[in-house]
């Protein structure tokens, strides 16, 4: 049973890894910046990134997306400020802007249709496009604010000059040093 259990549990992190059911799959290994070099026209990809705007036309809604890495699940990966490039992806049906909002991370997974020639500001920019089958919104990430510990070194005795130990508190009897910062990022579930 022992010899089991590191087994069981490299199992069952290797299941946390997986992509949600709706991003699975074998696809082109394509990436934005080659598709807006032409290349890659017909190919099923998973990309995803960060919305930059979300528009509703009619009969689809169309989302303008700065490419970023997935990780593992297949989600834009957390803090990495490199890009491949933006493309857009037109999904059929009604997206509500305000829920598919700007700065939200979602993957997409699509055909490769063609590049469209658009702006980013004042600059002229090749979109790559593709037809959406999948737009997946992934839940926000909910950010934890760090608490500082109370435990710590500190110097002086109130009242009885210098001398060192441990104190306690923020700003109490000891003003205890340079506390430690304890933060966590919850992750979804």
């Known amino acids: 049973m022992p010899r089991l259990l590191p087994l069981v549990l490299v199992a069952a992190l290797a299941g946390c890894a997986r992509p949600p059911a709706a991003l699975r799959g074998a696809y082109a290994p394509l990436t934005v910046a080659d598709a807006q070099r032409q290349a890659g026209m017909g190919e099923k990809v998973r990309w995803g990134g960060e919305i930059v705007s979300t528009t509703p036309e009619s009969g689809r809604t169309c989302f303008e997306v700065v490419s970023k890495t997935l990780d593992r699940q297949a989600r834009p990966a957390f803090g990495d400020d490199n890009s491949a490039g933006r493309f857009v992806a037109c999904a059929s049906g009604f997206y509500d802007p305000a829920i598919y909002s700007t700065g939200r991370d979602v993957t997409v997974v699509g055909t490769v249709e063609t ?24 839940p926000k990430r909910e950010l934890v604010r760090p608490v500082a510990y109370p435990y710590g070194w500190g110097w002086g005795y109130p009242g009885w000059g210098w001398g060192g130990g441990v104190g306690w508190g923020w700003g109490g009897w000891y003003r205890g040093g340079g506390g430690r910062f304890i933060g966590r990022t919850v992750r979804p579930r």
Do not use: C, N, Q, S
């Open 115 to 138: 590049v469209e020639a658009g702006k980013v500001g004042g600059a002229d920019y090749p979109f790559a496009k593709l037809r959406a089958e999948t737009v997946y919104l992934w």
